[in-house]
């Protein structure tokens, strides 16, 4: 009876914690515009660690644009806890099943090829009309010791994932994916 017991408490602040962080992001969604800044910073700041380290200052201007970008984020580890998360922000089941196997596809590619799959991110857009549009990731790290041919390398396998497991790339890749090229 007690093992029921502590997981029916279990449950409840694992829903608290999800909820909570639902409640956040949504009182810290981007504009459109806003979104379209960090976006392109964190573009940039992708572009320029691919040739090389960032400068102390570099790191200070797009960590103003990261901090905004993680305010307006929902972070989970698990494919249940990302589920949970869409069901919350009102995503159809057929829409569950198509967003969460895309990004699942570039977590499981990372970890064939010995990068870290860490979670799913879901950043949330304040729209024009009220509502929200929600960005999903998966979040994956290449490690910092391998040398840039092989982090690339890794970050274009990682991209194309989707299409290995009959999905397809978003544009976002496809935008990423020609950077990195």
Do not use: C
Not at 5 to 27: P, R, T
Not at 90 to 111: C, M, Q, R, W, Y
């Amino acid at each position: 009876m007690e093992n029921s017991s502590n997981n029916s408490e279990f449950l409840k602040n694992a829903e608290a914690k999800i909820q909570q962080k639902v409640s956040i992001a949504k009182e810290n969604a981007l504009t459109e515009r806003e979104y379209e800044d960090v976006s392109e910073a964190e573009y940039e700041m992708q572009s320029i660690q691919n040739m090389r380290e960032l400068t102390d200052k570099e790191v200070f201007h797009y960590h103003q644009f990261r901090d905004k970008m993680n305010k307006a984020s929902i972070e989970v580890e698990t494919l249940t806890e990302a589920r949970r998360v869409m069901g919350i922000l009102g995503f159809d089941p057929h829409s569950i099943i198509d967003t969460l196997s895309h990004e699942n596809a570039h977590g499981n590619k990372a970890e064939e090829l010995g990068a870290k799959h860490l979670g799913y991110k879901f950043v949330l857009i304040k729209s024009a009309n009220g509502g929200f549009l929600v960005q999903p990731q998966a979040m994956t790290y290449i490690p910092d010791e391998w040398d840039k041919e092989k982090q690339n390398d890794t970050e274009m396998k990682i991209l194309q994932a989707p299409e290995e497991y009959g999905n397809e790339m978003s544009q976002s890749d496809k935008n990423y994916l020609e950077d990195l090229k």
